[in-house]
Protein backbone atom coordinates (compact mmCIF):
# COMPACT_ATOMS: atom_id res chain seq x y z
CA UNK A 1 0.00 0.00 0.00
CA UNK A 2 1.76 3.36 -0.97
CA UNK A 3 2.03 5.55 2.33
CA UNK A 4 0.56 9.32 2.49
CA UNK A 5 2.80 11.99 2.72
CA UNK A 6 2.11 14.40 5.13
CA UNK A 7 4.13 18.13 6.24
CA UNK A 8 4.73 19.76 9.35
CA UNK A 9 7.36 22.19 10.69
CA UNK A 10 7.84 20.02 13.47
CA UNK A 11 7.61 16.24 14.60
CA UNK A 12 7.78 15.36 18.36
CA UNK A 13 9.03 11.52 18.80
CA UNK A 14 7.84 10.71 22.19
CA UNK A 15 4.38 11.70 24.44
CA UNK A 16 6.01 11.76 27.89
CA UNK A 17 6.85 14.78 30.27
CA UNK A 18 9.44 16.08 28.00
CA UNK A 19 7.78 15.99 24.25
CA UNK A 20 4.61 17.24 25.96
CA UNK A 21 6.10 20.20 27.26
CA UNK A 22 8.00 20.58 23.95
CA UNK A 23 4.31 20.53 22.26
CA UNK A 24 2.89 22.72 24.31
CA UNK A 25 5.80 25.49 23.42
CA UNK A 26 5.38 24.53 19.48
CA UNK A 27 1.47 24.42 19.80
CA UNK A 28 1.91 28.15 21.79
CA UNK A 29 4.35 29.38 19.02
CA UNK A 30 1.49 28.27 16.30
CA UNK A 31 4.05 25.86 15.03
CA UNK A 32 2.52 22.99 12.81
CA UNK A 33 3.61 20.63 15.18
CA UNK A 34 2.79 16.48 15.42
CA UNK A 35 3.67 14.37 18.61
CA UNK A 36 3.93 10.53 18.58
CA UNK A 37 3.62 8.00 21.23
CA UNK A 38 4.04 4.37 21.11
CA UNK A 39 2.62 3.32 24.43
CA UNK A 40 0.55 5.18 27.32
CA UNK A 41 1.05 8.71 26.69
CA UNK A 42 2.36 10.49 29.69
CA UNK A 43 5.95 8.75 29.46
CA UNK A 44 7.69 7.06 32.52
CA UNK A 45 5.66 9.39 34.53
CA UNK A 46 2.78 7.39 34.64
CA UNK A 47 4.18 4.57 36.10
CA UNK A 48 5.14 6.00 39.42
CA UNK A 49 1.81 6.47 42.45
CA UNK A 50 3.35 9.14 43.61
CA UNK A 51 5.49 12.13 42.59
CA UNK A 52 5.93 14.48 45.66
CA UNK A 53 8.93 16.71 44.04
CA UNK A 54 8.02 18.26 40.87
CA UNK A 55 6.77 21.35 41.68
CA UNK A 56 3.44 23.20 42.13
CA UNK A 57 2.01 20.13 43.95
CA UNK A 58 2.98 20.28 47.46
CA UNK A 59 0.27 17.64 48.66
CA UNK A 60 2.17 15.30 45.70
CA UNK A 61 -0.05 13.95 42.76
CA UNK A 62 -0.16 10.91 40.70
CA UNK A 63 2.04 10.38 37.52
CA UNK A 64 -1.40 9.75 35.41
CA UNK A 65 -2.84 12.86 37.00
CA UNK A 66 -0.01 14.77 36.30
CA UNK A 67 0.29 13.76 32.37
CA UNK A 68 -3.50 13.90 32.01
CA UNK A 69 -2.88 17.52 33.14
CA UNK A 70 0.07 18.01 30.63
CA UNK A 71 -2.06 16.06 27.40
CA UNK A 72 -4.74 18.88 27.82
CA UNK A 73 -2.87 21.16 28.35
CA UNK A 74 -1.00 20.06 25.42
CA UNK A 75 -3.62 19.81 23.00
CA UNK A 76 -4.95 23.03 24.19
CA UNK A 77 -2.29 25.00 22.38
CA UNK A 78 -3.56 22.93 19.16
CA UNK A 79 -0.75 19.92 19.39
CA UNK A 80 -1.74 17.01 17.13
CA UNK A 81 -1.04 13.70 19.30
CA UNK A 82 -1.01 10.43 17.18
CA UNK A 83 -0.88 7.14 19.25
CA UNK A 84 1.48 5.12 16.77
CA UNK A 85 4.94 4.09 16.84
CA UNK A 86 7.61 5.89 14.86
CA UNK A 87 9.37 3.29 12.50
CA UNK A 88 12.32 4.90 10.75
CA UNK A 89 13.77 8.51 10.01
CA UNK A 90 16.06 10.21 8.54
CA UNK A 91 17.10 12.88 9.56
CA UNK A 92 19.71 14.62 7.09
CA UNK A 93 19.11 17.71 5.28
CA UNK A 94 16.16 19.97 5.47
CA UNK A 95 13.55 17.81 4.45
CA UNK A 96 13.13 15.22 7.24
CA UNK A 97 10.92 11.99 7.37
CA UNK A 98 9.59 10.65 10.21
CA UNK A 99 7.62 6.85 9.12
CA UNK A 100 4.62 5.35 10.86
CA UNK A 101 2.43 2.33 9.71
CA UNK A 102 0.80 4.35 6.69
CA UNK A 103 2.12 7.53 6.89
CA UNK A 104 5.80 9.05 6.18
CA UNK A 105 5.64 12.86 7.72
CA UNK A 106 8.13 15.31 6.15
CA UNK A 107 9.09 17.92 8.96
CA UNK A 108 11.49 20.84 9.27
CA UNK A 109 12.72 20.00 12.53
CA UNK A 110 12.29 16.98 14.72
CA UNK A 111 13.00 16.75 18.62
CA UNK A 112 13.39 12.88 20.23
CA UNK A 113 11.94 12.82 23.23
CA UNK A 114 12.00 9.06 23.32
CA UNK A 115 13.02 8.59 26.53
CA UNK A 116 14.16 4.83 28.04
CA UNK A 117 13.33 0.89 28.40
CA UNK A 118 13.69 -0.75 31.36
CA UNK A 119 17.12 -2.91 31.81
CA UNK A 120 16.91 -6.12 31.62
CA UNK A 121 19.22 -8.63 33.45
CA UNK A 122 19.81 -10.94 30.81
CA UNK A 123 19.93 -13.98 33.17
CA UNK A 124 17.82 -17.61 32.40
CA UNK A 125 14.40 -17.63 32.43
CA UNK A 126 13.73 -13.81 31.99
CA UNK A 127 12.68 -13.42 28.56
CA UNK A 128 9.39 -16.29 29.62
CA UNK A 129 8.53 -14.43 31.53
CA UNK A 130 8.92 -10.76 30.72
CA UNK A 131 5.55 -7.92 31.95
CA UNK A 132 2.06 -10.04 32.31
CA UNK A 133 3.43 -13.49 33.22
CA UNK A 134 5.44 -12.97 36.02
CA UNK A 135 8.16 -9.53 35.27
CA UNK A 136 7.60 -6.44 35.88
CA UNK A 137 8.53 -2.48 35.76
CA UNK A 138 5.62 -0.90 37.38
CA UNK A 139 4.08 -0.80 40.44
CA UNK A 140 1.56 0.86 39.85
CA UNK A 141 0.23 -0.40 36.82
CA UNK A 142 0.76 -4.27 38.60
CA UNK A 143 0.27 -3.85 42.39
CA UNK A 144 -3.51 -4.68 42.64
CA UNK A 145 -2.90 -8.04 41.20
CA UNK A 146 -0.19 -9.05 44.18
CA UNK A 147 -2.49 -8.53 47.48
CA UNK A 148 -1.75 -11.34 49.94
CA UNK A 149 1.15 -12.36 47.65
CA UNK A 150 5.22 -12.32 48.12
CA UNK A 151 7.02 -10.02 45.41
CA UNK A 152 10.93 -10.07 44.93
CA UNK A 153 12.17 -6.49 44.16
CA UNK A 154 15.06 -5.85 42.20
CA UNK A 155 17.41 -2.93 43.16
CA UNK A 156 17.88 -0.47 45.77
CA UNK A 157 17.93 2.71 44.31
CA UNK A 158 15.48 5.67 44.83
CA UNK A 159 12.87 3.95 42.37
CA UNK A 160 13.08 0.36 44.12
CA UNK A 161 12.90 1.82 47.47
CA UNK A 162 9.83 4.12 46.55
CA UNK A 163 8.09 1.00 44.62
CA UNK A 164 8.81 -1.54 47.21
CA UNK A 165 7.14 0.82 50.18
CA UNK A 166 3.85 1.20 47.89
CA UNK A 167 3.77 -2.41 47.10
CA UNK A 168 3.77 -3.12 50.98
CA UNK A 169 0.30 -1.71 50.38
CA UNK A 170 -0.98 -4.49 48.65
CA UNK A 171 1.78 -7.76 49.02
CA UNK A 172 1.83 -9.56 52.15
CA UNK A 173 5.93 -9.69 51.87
CA UNK A 174 7.99 -7.21 49.70
CA UNK A 175 11.61 -8.93 49.38
CA UNK A 176 14.55 -6.84 48.22
CA UNK A 177 17.67 -8.46 46.32
CA UNK A 178 20.31 -5.81 47.14
CA UNK A 179 23.90 -6.70 45.81
CA UNK A 180 25.29 -4.99 48.45
CA UNK A 181 26.66 -5.25 51.83
CA UNK A 182 23.70 -5.21 54.93
CA UNK A 183 22.49 -1.76 55.32
CA UNK A 184 23.79 -0.58 52.19
CA UNK A 185 20.75 0.55 49.56
CA UNK A 186 21.89 3.59 46.82
CA UNK A 187 18.17 4.60 47.96
CA UNK A 188 17.59 8.71 49.44
CA UNK A 189 18.07 8.19 53.36
CA UNK A 190 14.60 8.86 54.05
CA UNK A 191 13.09 6.55 52.21
CA UNK A 192 16.03 3.51 53.15
CA UNK A 193 14.89 4.35 57.16
CA UNK A 194 11.22 3.76 55.96
CA UNK A 195 12.12 0.58 54.21
CA UNK A 196 13.78 -0.84 56.88
CA UNK A 197 11.87 -0.02 59.27
CA UNK A 198 8.43 -1.60 57.38
CA UNK A 199 7.98 -5.24 58.90
CA UNK A 200 6.29 -6.05 55.38
CA UNK A 201 9.74 -5.67 53.86
CA UNK A 202 12.35 -8.26 53.80
CA UNK A 203 16.31 -7.75 53.00
CA UNK A 204 17.99 -10.60 50.97
CA UNK A 205 22.04 -8.51 51.06
CA UNK A 206 24.78 -9.36 48.50
CA UNK A 207 22.60 -11.34 46.52
CA UNK A 208 21.72 -11.34 42.30
CA UNK A 209 19.04 -13.09 40.60
CA UNK A 210 20.52 -16.52 39.03
CA UNK A 211 17.24 -17.73 37.39
CA UNK A 212 13.83 -17.32 36.87
CA UNK A 213 11.27 -20.68 37.16
CA UNK A 214 7.64 -21.84 36.75
CA UNK A 215 5.70 -23.04 34.23
CA UNK A 216 3.35 -20.74 32.00
CA UNK A 217 3.86 -17.94 34.55
CA UNK A 218 6.69 -17.37 36.84
CA UNK A 219 7.06 -19.05 40.07
CA UNK A 220 10.32 -18.84 41.70
CA UNK A 221 12.82 -16.08 41.68
CA UNK A 222 16.06 -17.98 42.51
CA UNK A 223 18.18 -15.55 43.58
CA UNK A 224 22.68 -15.78 44.33
CA UNK A 225 24.35 -15.26 47.46
CA UNK A 226 27.53 -13.85 46.06
CA UNK A 227 29.46 -14.16 48.88
CA UNK A 228 28.34 -17.51 50.21
CA UNK A 229 27.95 -18.74 46.71
CA UNK A 230 24.50 -20.34 47.98
CA UNK A 231 21.18 -20.37 45.98
CA UNK A 232 18.32 -18.72 47.95
CA UNK A 233 15.02 -19.82 46.52
CA UNK A 234 11.88 -17.84 46.89
CA UNK A 235 8.45 -18.61 46.01
CA UNK A 236 7.18 -15.41 43.95
CA UNK A 237 4.78 -14.70 41.11
CA UNK A 238 5.82 -11.39 40.72
CA UNK A 239 8.94 -9.75 40.57
CA UNK A 240 9.58 -6.30 39.86
CA UNK A 241 12.96 -4.69 38.48
CA UNK A 242 13.85 -1.20 39.24
CA UNK A 243 17.43 -1.47 37.72
CA UNK A 244 17.83 1.65 35.67
CA UNK A 245 16.81 2.51 31.70
CA UNK A 246 18.64 2.22 28.27
CA UNK A 247 17.57 5.29 26.17
CA UNK A 248 15.62 4.22 23.82
CA UNK A 249 17.91 5.86 20.46
CA UNK A 250 18.38 2.54 18.56
CA UNK A 251 16.68 4.17 15.22
CA UNK A 252 19.14 7.34 15.47
CA UNK A 253 22.35 5.08 15.44
CA UNK A 254 24.32 6.34 12.59
CA UNK A 255 22.17 9.67 12.17
CA UNK A 256 23.12 11.18 15.52
CA UNK A 257 25.92 11.77 17.87
CA UNK A 258 25.18 8.90 20.83
CA UNK A 259 27.58 8.35 24.07
CA UNK A 260 28.66 5.27 24.19
CA UNK A 261 25.86 3.95 26.57
CA UNK A 262 23.45 5.50 23.69
CA UNK A 263 22.44 9.02 25.39
CA UNK A 264 22.38 11.92 22.71
CA UNK A 265 24.83 15.07 23.79
CA UNK A 266 23.43 17.94 23.13
CA UNK A 267 24.49 21.42 23.84
CA UNK A 268 22.43 24.06 26.09
CA UNK A 269 19.87 24.48 23.15
CA UNK A 270 19.44 20.87 23.17
CA UNK A 271 20.77 20.86 19.18
CA UNK A 272 22.18 17.13 18.48
CA UNK A 273 25.11 17.37 16.29
CA UNK A 274 22.45 17.79 13.24
CA UNK A 275 20.68 20.30 12.00
CA UNK A 276 17.24 20.64 13.41
CA UNK A 277 17.27 18.06 15.45
CA UNK A 278 17.05 18.54 18.98
CA UNK A 279 16.65 16.29 22.30
CA UNK A 280 14.91 16.30 25.51
CA UNK A 281 14.17 14.56 28.86
CA UNK A 282 15.87 11.18 30.07
CA UNK A 283 17.53 10.33 26.48
CA UNK A 284 19.92 13.21 26.69
CA UNK A 285 23.33 12.79 28.18
CA UNK A 286 22.53 14.61 31.51
CA UNK A 287 22.88 14.19 34.84
CA UNK A 288 19.58 13.87 36.23
CA UNK A 289 16.30 12.16 35.06
CA UNK A 290 13.16 13.63 36.58
CA UNK A 291 10.28 15.08 35.33
CA UNK A 292 11.33 18.54 36.36
CA UNK A 293 14.25 18.05 33.84
CA UNK A 294 12.21 16.68 30.77
CA UNK A 295 10.20 19.43 31.35
CA UNK A 296 12.82 21.73 31.39
CA UNK A 297 14.75 20.57 28.36
CA UNK A 298 11.32 20.36 26.90
CA UNK A 299 10.47 23.80 27.15
CA UNK A 300 14.08 24.97 25.96
CA UNK A 301 14.01 22.48 22.69
CA UNK A 302 10.26 23.98 21.82
CA UNK A 303 11.85 27.56 21.78
CA UNK A 304 14.39 26.49 19.73
CA UNK A 305 12.04 24.72 17.35
CA UNK A 306 10.39 28.20 17.18
CA UNK A 307 13.42 30.07 15.86
CA UNK A 308 14.60 27.56 13.96
CA UNK A 309 11.97 27.26 11.77
CA UNK A 310 11.81 30.94 11.58
CA UNK A 311 15.51 31.09 10.77
CA UNK A 312 14.76 28.67 8.11
CA UNK A 313 12.05 30.31 6.60
CA UNK A 314 14.19 33.89 6.53
CA UNK A 315 16.85 31.48 4.88
CA UNK A 316 14.49 30.32 1.93
CA UNK A 317 12.50 32.99 1.13
CA UNK A 318 14.78 36.31 2.04
CA UNK A 319 18.35 35.21 1.56
CA UNK A 320 18.03 32.46 -1.01
CA UNK A 321 15.65 34.40 -2.98
CA UNK A 322 16.26 34.26 -6.87
CA UNK A 323 14.95 37.38 -8.15
CA UNK A 324 17.93 39.52 -7.82
CA UNK A 325 21.83 38.69 -6.78
CA UNK A 326 22.00 38.49 -2.95
CA UNK A 327 24.64 40.56 -0.65
CA UNK A 328 24.57 39.44 2.82
CA UNK A 329 26.09 41.09 5.44
CA UNK A 330 27.45 38.82 8.51
CA UNK A 331 27.57 40.96 11.03
CA UNK A 332 27.02 40.95 15.02
CA UNK A 333 25.85 44.14 16.92
CA UNK A 334 28.26 43.60 19.73
CA UNK A 335 31.07 44.29 17.71
CA UNK A 336 32.73 47.66 16.63
CA UNK A 337 34.18 46.55 13.62
CA UNK A 338 30.86 45.15 12.33
CA UNK A 339 28.99 48.31 13.39
CA UNK A 340 30.92 51.01 11.40
CA UNK A 341 30.61 48.96 8.43
CA UNK A 342 26.68 49.35 8.20
CA UNK A 343 26.59 52.98 6.42
CA UNK A 344 29.05 51.41 3.66
CA UNK A 345 26.89 48.61 2.77
CA UNK A 346 23.86 50.79 2.79
CA UNK A 347 25.39 52.71 0.13
CA UNK A 348 26.67 49.87 -1.95
CA UNK A 349 23.21 49.01 -1.89
CA UNK A 350 22.03 52.21 -3.06
CA UNK A 351 24.74 52.23 -5.64
CA UNK A 352 23.43 49.12 -7.35
CA UNK A 353 19.38 50.78 -7.40
CA UNK A 354 17.50 47.82 -6.81
CA UNK A 355 19.64 45.01 -8.62
CA UNK A 356 21.60 43.84 -5.94
CA UNK A 357 19.01 42.74 -2.64
CA UNK A 358 20.81 43.37 0.54
CA UNK A 359 20.25 41.34 3.90
CA UNK A 360 21.86 41.77 7.28
CA UNK A 361 22.25 38.88 9.44
CA UNK A 362 23.57 39.16 12.87
CA UNK A 363 25.24 36.47 14.24
CA UNK A 364 24.84 37.25 17.83
CA UNK A 365 20.80 36.60 17.10
CA UNK A 366 21.25 34.44 14.57
CA UNK A 367 23.85 31.85 14.92
CA UNK A 368 22.10 29.04 13.33
CA UNK A 369 21.51 31.69 10.04
CA UNK A 370 25.04 32.30 9.69
CA UNK A 371 26.21 28.59 9.84
CA UNK A 372 23.86 27.75 7.48
CA UNK A 373 25.46 30.02 4.46
CA UNK A 374 28.40 28.89 6.02
CA UNK A 375 29.69 32.91 7.14
CA UNK A 376 33.09 33.05 8.53
CA UNK A 377 33.46 35.02 11.64
CA UNK A 378 31.19 38.37 11.68
CA UNK A 379 32.11 40.81 9.68
CA UNK A 380 31.88 39.32 6.41
CA UNK A 381 30.02 39.19 3.45
CA UNK A 382 28.28 35.87 0.91
CA UNK A 383 27.15 36.81 -1.98
CA UNK A 384 23.81 34.88 -3.60
CA UNK A 385 22.43 34.27 -7.39
CA UNK A 386 19.77 32.45 -8.46
CA UNK A 387 19.11 30.84 -4.74
CA UNK A 388 22.38 29.75 -4.35
CA UNK A 389 25.41 30.71 -2.25
CA UNK A 390 27.56 31.93 -4.83
CA UNK A 391 30.84 33.75 -3.14
CA UNK A 392 32.31 34.51 1.02
CA UNK A 393 34.35 36.89 1.48
CA UNK A 394 36.39 38.46 5.13
CA UNK A 395 37.41 41.37 2.88
CA UNK A 396 35.42 44.10 3.49
CA UNK A 397 36.27 46.81 1.53
CA UNK A 398 34.17 48.11 -0.85
CA UNK A 399 36.31 47.76 -3.91
CA UNK A 400 36.78 44.09 -3.39
CA UNK A 401 32.35 43.40 -2.53
CA UNK A 402 31.71 45.51 -5.41
CA UNK A 403 34.33 43.66 -7.89
CA UNK A 404 32.00 40.40 -6.74
CA UNK A 405 28.67 42.18 -7.25
CA UNK A 406 29.57 43.77 -10.52
CA UNK A 407 30.30 40.29 -11.84
CA UNK A 408 26.67 38.81 -10.03
CA UNK A 409 24.58 41.67 -11.75
CA UNK A 410 23.26 41.48 -15.46
CA UNK A 411 24.76 44.86 -16.83
CA UNK A 412 27.53 46.13 -14.44
CA UNK A 413 27.64 49.56 -12.92
CA UNK A 414 30.07 51.82 -13.06
CA UNK A 415 31.43 53.98 -9.77
P1 LIG B 1 9.67 9.17 29.08
O1 LIG B 1 8.80 9.51 30.21
O2 LIG B 1 10.42 7.88 29.11
O3 LIG B 1 8.81 9.24 27.74
C1 LIG B 1 9.32 8.82 26.52
C2 LIG B 1 8.17 8.32 25.68
O4 LIG B 1 8.62 8.10 24.34
C3 LIG B 1 7.61 6.99 26.16
O5 LIG B 1 6.24 7.13 26.48
C4 LIG B 1 7.83 6.03 24.98
O6 LIG B 1 6.75 5.11 24.82
C5 LIG B 1 7.90 7.01 23.81
N1 LIG B 1 8.62 6.46 22.66
C6 LIG B 1 9.87 5.90 22.64
N2 LIG B 1 10.17 5.50 21.38
C7 LIG B 1 9.11 5.82 20.60
C8 LIG B 1 8.82 5.64 19.22
N3 LIG B 1 9.68 5.05 18.37
N4 LIG B 1 7.63 6.08 18.74
C9 LIG B 1 6.73 6.69 19.57
N5 LIG B 1 6.94 6.85 20.90
C10 LIG B 1 8.12 6.44 21.41
N6 LIG B 1 10.52 11.61 38.23
C11 LIG B 1 10.19 12.59 39.11
O7 LIG B 1 10.40 13.76 38.84
N7 LIG B 1 9.59 12.27 40.31
C12 LIG B 1 9.30 10.99 40.67
O8 LIG B 1 8.77 10.77 41.74
C13 LIG B 1 9.65 9.96 39.75
N8 LIG B 1 9.40 8.65 40.07
C14 LIG B 1 9.67 7.68 39.16
C15 LIG B 1 9.35 6.33 39.46
C16 LIG B 1 9.57 5.31 38.55
C17 LIG B 1 9.21 3.90 38.86
C18 LIG B 1 10.16 5.62 37.30
C19 LIG B 1 10.40 4.54 36.30
C20 LIG B 1 10.51 6.94 37.00
C21 LIG B 1 10.28 7.98 37.91
N9 LIG B 1 10.61 9.31 37.65
C22 LIG B 1 10.27 10.31 38.53
C23 LIG B 1 11.35 9.67 36.43
C24 LIG B 1 10.45 10.30 35.37
O9 LIG B 1 9.32 9.48 35.17
C25 LIG B 1 11.24 10.46 34.07
O10 LIG B 1 12.40 11.18 34.32
C26 LIG B 1 10.42 11.18 33.01
O11 LIG B 1 9.25 10.49 32.73
C27 LIG B 1 11.23 11.35 31.72
O12 LIG B 1 10.45 11.96 30.76
P2 LIG B 1 10.78 11.85 29.20
O13 LIG B 1 9.67 12.55 28.50
O14 LIG B 1 12.15 12.27 28.94
O15 LIG B 1 10.78 10.29 28.85
Redo the contacts with the bound molecule.
Keep these: MEKQHLHYDVVI????????TAGIYAGRARLKAVL??????????T??N?????PGFPEGTT?LELMHLFEAQARHFGLEIKN????AVNLTGDDKTIETFRTVYHAKSVII????KPRLLGVPGESDYLYDKGIS???TCDAAQCVGKTVVVIGSG??AV??ALFLTKFADKVIMSVLHEEGHMDANAVAQEEALANPKMEFHWNTVVDHFEGSERLQRVVLRNTKKNELEVIDADRCFY?IG?LP?TE?FKGQINLTDRGYIPTDPHMRTNVDGVFA????RQTCL??????VG??ATAGYEVERYVAEMHIFEKQLMQKEKPGLVFVYSAIDEASRELLPMVQEIEQHYDGRVKLSLVDTYKSVCLSARLGAAQPPSFVFTKDGQVVARSIQTDRTSIMRVLDGLVAEPVTA
Design positions: IGGGPAGLFERALLGGLAYTEIVNYGTPVKATGGFCADAEEFYAMAGDVRQVATADG
